[in-house]
């Protein structure tokens, strides 16, 4: 059933026929076809997920980078996003490894209660960035104990972690943050929404006043909304820059922002901030595209490709990511942006997929395009979790893109 699903899938998007020109270098078709086989991107999803699941064949296991930590810290965390996606996705197309996915995301779960990291009391968006996937599996009690205490705390200073002393509205200094958190609140909004609570947005308005607070008034704001990008958090405002004196915006930094965006608006399409995120969205979106190397990559200094420039997995796949989550709301335009979409998929799974599953130019953990450097094929991240996540997010999105879904 699921080759035939596949197939079925991949000639209905293949006879597509459009005039597309050439954008930012990659190539184009012109009163031609442009297809891709969806069987490929989904063998190169499970080629990656199957070497790391081998790796780690406890999922409840602690990591050990330099020291020992309980495996829903935040980098886990992204990895169950994507995870969560392809088993999903598995389990619609039929696939065979749909049961498997899922009781390694079940064991995860089980063996930390559901429960994000350090507790239901913590205001560190890395803490409950877990909880994405905990909701989408249908737990989510301890979650909402931790929002119920995140929305008690508006006014009351943080204590622990990456806050401020504003409230937990200021709890976001970094914009590693909005991924981590927003899609938490959303999610949850849906969830209440769906069992008939009349105050479901409740969760939703506390993740926009954080989203907003950090966007506009932290450090005078994160999002420079004249470059529609990101700087990281208050160390790199402007005047601060690049060693070639342009403004520093963090590749995956913005892809963190970006997959928030796209998160929380595929999650709950009610929320009255939908068009505020909406629009943020698409003046990223076209900031991006100014902003794509010729080889198809983002480099890890989005401005200054001169600065730590070269292939990175990271940034890229998140931002295709969103790019095919717009083309399958219609949202952005296919004749533009499905090219891209192809093409760097592709370049992706060329330059960084080894053929026993490893993923290469992913950068380390860090906050600027200066860390964790060299980025090469070959070399191990510290956690090699979090850009897997990015990869499986966005090779699954690229075939929900495609079939319609």
């Excluded at 197939?7 to 031609?32: C, D, E, K, L, P």
């Excluded at 039929?94 to 779960?109: H, L, M, N, S, V």
């Excluded at 292939?311 to 219609?330: D, N, S």
Aim: a neutral charge; charged letters at 20%.
């Amino acid at each position: 059933m699921r080759k035939i699903l596949i197939a079925v899938f991949t000639f209905a998007f293949s006879i597509v026929n459009t005039q597309w020109s050439m954008v930012n270098g990659q190539r184009s078709m012109v009163n031609g076809q442009w297809s891709m086989d969806i069987s490929e991107v989904l063998a190169a999803l499970e080629c990656a997920n199957d070497y790391f699941i081998a790796k780690y064949p406890d999922a409840g296991a602690p990591t050990f980078v330099k020291k020992s930590r309980p495996s829903n810290l935040w980098t886990r965390g992204v990895y169950f996003e994507g995870l969560y996606a392809l088993a999903d996705l598995e389990r619609q197309l039929g696939g065979e490894k749909t049961d498997t996915y899922f009781r390694y995301i079940i064991d995860w779960g089980t063996a930390h209660k559901w429960t994000p990291r350090n507790g239901v009391k913590t205001r560190d968006a890395d803490d409950y960035c877990c909880s994405q996937t905990y909701l989408d599996m249908g737990h989510p009690g301890p979650t909402v104990e931790c929002m119920d205490n995140l929305i008690a705390c508006r006014n009351v200073p943080q204590t622990q972690g990456n806050g401020s002393s504003t409230g937990s509205y200021g709890d976001w200094t970094w914009i590693d943050a909005i991924q981590m958190g927003l899609p938490v609140l959303s999610k949850l909004s849906e969830m209440c929404r769906l069992k008939g609570d009349p105050d479901y947005l409740r969760y939703a308005e506390q993740g926009w006043q954080m989203y907003r607070t950090s966007r506009d008034s932290i450090a005078g704001g994160f999002f420079n909304k004249k470059e529609g990008l990101w700087w990281r958090d208050k160390n790199f405002v402007a005047p601060f820059t690049t060693p070639g004196g342009k403004n520093c915006y963090w590749s995956r930094g913005n892809g963190w922002v970006y997959a928030a965006l796209v998160r929380a608006m595929d999650a709950l399409p009610s929320d009255p901030h939908y068009k505020d995120y909406r629009r943020d969205y698409l003046m990223m979106t076209r900031a991006l595209l100014r902003c794509q190397q010729p080889d198809g990559y983002w480099y890890a200094s989005l401005a200054d490709p001169t600065d730590f420039g070269g292939k990175e997995l990271t940034g890229t796949a998140l931002f295709i990511y969103g790019m095919a989550w717009g083309v399958r709301q219609g949202i952005l335009p296919a004749k533009k942006y499905v090219p891209i979409i192809y093409n760097v998929w592709q370049t992706m799974v060329r330059d960084c997929l080894h053929p026993n599953g490893f993923l290469g130019y992913v950068q380390g953990t860090g906050k600027e395009p200066k860390d964790s450097q060299p980025v090469t094929y070959d070399r191990e991240p510290d956690f090699d979790d979090y850009g897997l996540g990015c990869f499986l997010l966005c090779g699954t999105e690229i075939i929900k893109m495609m079939n319609g879904f």
